[in-house]
């Protein structure tokens, strides 16, 4: 398993602080904010992405050696395992090679939490978005849209869509 020492540090360190920050504070809501400031000091480089914020999950971007990996935090084991099982579906339907170079690879997934491939956010061209909705809408995906699609190297990779 890749980056096993990122998903030991989540089951033992941030997702015991979720709970115990939960109950604490007699809260229901996911603390993000604090999330971000246990990362800070674990991974000193870490930083929320702006564009990373969704209604379901949001991003950190975690420097790890010298790659750059975005760890998502849902709020619910639920939206995680959907990203997932999608991602593991387009792998057996597409073939692995051909779905990791149209879809950002995603290491692994533990709870809450799912570490996956971080791209630089550029402006995506048309014809490769339109090349990559093709691909979305042959293999059964929805909400491709530039802010979903990221740089990686010289090509262009979704970096989240759901099943339809």
């Known amino acids: 398993m890749r980056y096993k020492k990122i998903k030991d540090f989540v089951e033992e360190v941030l997702q015991p602080s979720i709970d115990f920050i939960k109950t604490s504070r007699n809260r229901s809501n996911m603390p993000f904010k604090e999330m971000g400031d ?62 990791n170079q149209n879809f950002a690879k995603i290491y692994w997934e533990s709870g809450l939490f799912m570490l996956q491939k971080y791209g630089k956010d550029v402006a995506v061209p048309a014809r490769e978005l339109e090349r990559l909705r093709r691909f979305g809408k042959r293999y059964g995906l929805k909400d491709i849209k530039e802010a979903n699609i990221m740089k990686f190297g010289r090509s262009f990779k979704i970096i989240d869509a759901e099943r339809r």
């Open 38 to 99: 246990v990362l800070g000091v674990f991974f000193p480089k870490t930083k929320h992405t702006e564009h990373g914020k969704g209604f379901f999950k949001h991003v950190f971007v975690i420097h790890f050696g010298r790659r750059k990996l975005a760890l998502k935090i849902g709020r619910r084991r639920k939206h995680m395992r959907k990203d997932y099982t999608t991602y593991r579906q387009l792998c057996k339907r597409a073939g692995v090679k051909k779905a």
